[in-house]
C-alpha cells in the first residue's frame, strides 16, 4: 500500500459579476488524503521528450524531460485552431491573399482569390493539417500573418505557457520557434474543452466545400491512431526534420479522458498509445464529490432565508495509482451572499489542491433561490416618517418647555 499524504483542497472563490448580480462569497475548507506517489515504472518509449496527464484535472502521470523546449512542428496548428475558432464564426468567408496562397509546404493548394469559410479552412487544417489554411485563417482573423502570431503569443503568456513561442501560426521550422512536451499538453487539455475543437479533431475524414479546386474537397486526418484504436479521439500530428515525428493524442475510455504528448519520436503511434494504455492500466479515476453535493452553507443578508446551500457545479475528481486509497473528510467555514440569490447562481469557485499544486476544481453554486426580504409599503413608510416627525416634533416642545421652566426657575431664585 502507497503511503497516503494529507492535503488540504483549498476553496478559492471568485464572485461572478455582472447583470443582476451581487458580489457573493463562501468560503470552505476541505481535506483530503491521496496517494503522493505516481505509479511505479511507466512504458518504454522512443521519444526524447514525452507527458501523460488527464484531461480533466491536468494530473501528470507520465513524463519524459516534459520541460525541454524543442521544435514542435504542426502540433503549432492546435493554437491556430482555437484562436480562430473564438475570433471568428465558423460561417465567415475567407478570401484567399497571395501570401496565403504562396505558403511554402501547403496543405489545401488554395488559389489566391479563392472563397473557403472558416470552419472548412480549420477542417483543413486540423486533419490535412494544411499550412496555407493556417495563414489565410491568421489574416483573416487578425489582419495579417504577424499580427496573428502576436496573439498567439499573446494567449501563450496568459495561459501561462512559459516556455513556447511562435514564429508563424503553422510549425514550419524557425530557431525561435518551440515549445514543450508540457505545454503542449496544455494547449490540448484547452482545446478539448471547446466542442468544435473536439469534434473536429476525432473525425477521420470530412468532405470541405471550395469556390475554386472543388475537386480536392475531401480531407483526411492524419492521425493514424483514430484508425487503429477505437478510445482515441483526437488531437494533432507534427513532422519536421529538425522536430522529428510528434504527436498529441487523446484516448477516453469509460467517460475518462487522457492526453499524451510524444517529440523527436521514432514511432510516434507507438510511443502514445504506449503512454494512454499505460495510464489507463495502472491508474484509476476517484470521485471525490458528486455533482450537487452540498459543499457549504452561505449566510444570506436581506433574504427571506438566512442561508442558501453551495452545491458543485460538476463531479470533483482525483487521479491516484491502482489500489490506493482516497479517504475524504470535511470542514466548513460559512460565508455570506446578499439577496437576492437566484438559483444556479456561482458563489465561488473550488479548487482541489495538493500542497501548492491544483488537482482539480468545480464551481460552486446556489442549491436554491432566496428572495429579498419584502419590503414596507409606502404608507407603512409615510407612517414611520410621519411618526418620528412626530416624536422630534414632541421631543423639540418638550425640551423648550425644559428650557422655559428652567429660566423661570432661576428668576424666581434672584428674586428671593
Known amino acids: 500500500m502507497l503511503l497516503l499524504a494529507a492535503a ?8 461572478r459579476v455582472g447583470g443582476r448580480d451581487e458580489p457573493r462569497e463562501i468560503e470552505a475548507v476541505r481535506e483530503v488524503a491521496f496517494a503522493s506517489e505516481r505509479a511505479a515504472g511507466g512504458p518504454t518509449i522512443s521519444a526524447h521528450s514525452a507527458i501523460l496527464i488527464d484531461a480533466e484535472t491536468g494530473a501528470i502521470l507520465y513524463e519524459k524531460d516534459a520541460y525541454t523546449r524543442r521544435p514542435m512542428a504542426s502540433t503549432t496548428k492546435m493554437m491556430t485552431a482555437i484562436l480562430a475558432m473564438e475570433r471568428a464564426k465558423p460561417t465567415d468567408v475567407v478570401v484567399t491573399s497571395k501570401h496565403a496562397s504562396q505558403t511554402p509546404y501547403t496543405g489545401l493548394y488554395l488559389k489566391e482569390g479563392e472563397k473557403v469559410s472558416v470552419q472548412d479552412l480549420l477542417w483543413g487544417l486540423l486533419l490535412r493539417s494544411a499550412n496555407d489554411a493556417c495563414v489565410a485563417l491568421g489574416e483573416h482573423v487578425a489582419g495579417s500573418e504577424a499580427k496573428f502570431v502576436a496573439l498567439m503569443n499573446a494567449r501563450a503568456q496568459m495561459m501561462g505557457l512559459r516556455d513556447t513561442h511562435f514564429q508563424n501560426p503553422h510549425g514550419l521550422h524557425d530557431p525561435n520557434h518551440y515549445s514543450t512536451a508540457y505545454d503542449l499538453a496544455q494547449i490540448a487539455r484547452y482545446g478539448m474543452q471547446h466542442p468544435l475543437f473536439a469534434e473536429m479533431v476525432a473525425h477521420k475524414r470530412k468532405r470541405i466545400e471550395r469556390s475554386i479546386e472543388k475537386q480536392d474537397s475531401v480531407v483526411v486526418n492524419k ?13 494533432k500530428t507534427g513532422y519536421t526534420r529538425q522536430a522529428g515525428h510528434c504527436l498529441v493524442a487523446s484516448a477516453s475510455q469509460d467517460g475518462w479522458r487522457l492526453i499524451a504528448v510524444v517529440l523527436k519520436s521514432g514511432d510516434s503511434w507507438g510511443d502514445a498509445r504506449a503512454l494512454l494504455e499505460y495510464g489507463f492500466r495502472r491508474y484509476q479515476r476517484v470521485l471525490v464529490a458528486k455533482k450537487g453535493t452540498p459543499i457549504g452553507v452561505a449566510r ?18 482525483v487521479v491516484t495509482p491502482r489500489g490506493t486509497r482516497v479517504d475524504l473528510r470535511t470542514q466548513v467555514t460559512e460565508g455570506s451572499a446578499k439577496a437576492p440569490v437566484f438559483r444556479g447562481d456561482s458563489l465561488g469557485m473550488l479548487t482541489l489542491r495538493r500542497g501548492d499544486k491544483e488537482i482539480g476544481r468545480s464551481l460552486l453554486l446556489a442549491a436554491n433561490a432566496v428572495e429579498e426580504k419584502p419590503r414596507p409599503s409606502l404608507a407603512a413608510r ?17 425640551a423648550r418647555y425644559g428650557r422655559k421652566a428652567a429660566q423661570s426657575s432661576r428668576r424666581r431664585r434672584r428674586r428671593f
Do not use: H, I, Q, S
Not at 300 to 317: N, S
Not at 382 to 398: H, I, R, S
Open 8 to 15: 488540504p483542497a483549498l476553496y478559492a472563490l471568485t464572485p
Open 382 to 398: 409615510l407612517m414611520t416618517v410621519l411618526g418620528g416627525l412626530f416624536g422630534l416634533l414632541a421631543l423639540t416642545a418638550v
Open 300 to 317: 444570506v443578508m436581506g433574504g427571506r432565508a438566512e442561508t442558501v446551500a453551495a452545491v458543485l457545479a460538476k463531479d470533483v475528481t
Open 223 to 235: 492521425n493514424r491512431l483514430l484508425f487503429r484504436w477505437d478510445a482515441v479521439d483526437g488531437v
